[in-house]
């Protein structure tokens, strides 16, 4: 059976990240971070395979952060 993929909101992939939704807008707007869009409202909406690579992608090298941390609180209030 396939796993399906999960998918953030604007609002809870910024937190993951520890950037505003601003800065997530603004990524989007210039191919850094495009976003997938939800088919009924258009809204922007992230995958988690997606918000983990860049999170890698950030973190290699440095300490990590709390965003780990931040994926599983918001992983557990999707599952509620």
């Given at each position: 059976?396939?796993?399906?993929?999960?998918?953030?909101?604007?609002?809870?992939?910024?937190?993951?990240?520890g950037?505003?939704?601003?800065?997530?807008?603004?990524?989007?707007?210039?191919?850094?971070?495009?976003?997938?869009?939800?088919?009924?409202?258009?809204?922007?909406?992230?995958?988690?395979?997606?918000?983990?690579?860049?999170?890698?992608?950030?973190?290699?090298?440095?300490?990590?952060?709390?965003?780990e941390?931040?994926?599983?609180?918001?992983l557990?209030?999707?599952?509620?």
């Amino acid at each position: 059976m396939s796993e399906r993929e999960l998918y953030f909101s604007i609002k809870e992939a910024s937190e993951i990240l520890g950037v505003s939704p601003l800065t997530l807008r603004n990524w989007d707007k210039s191919g850094k971070f495009p976003a997938q869009r939800h088919p009924m409202n258009n809204y922007r909406v992230y995958k988690l395979s997606t918000l983990k690579k860049v999170i890698e992608d950030i973190e290699t090298g440095t300490n990590k952060s709390n965003a780990e941390k931040r994926i599983r609180r918001l992983l557990i209030r999707h599952e509620e």
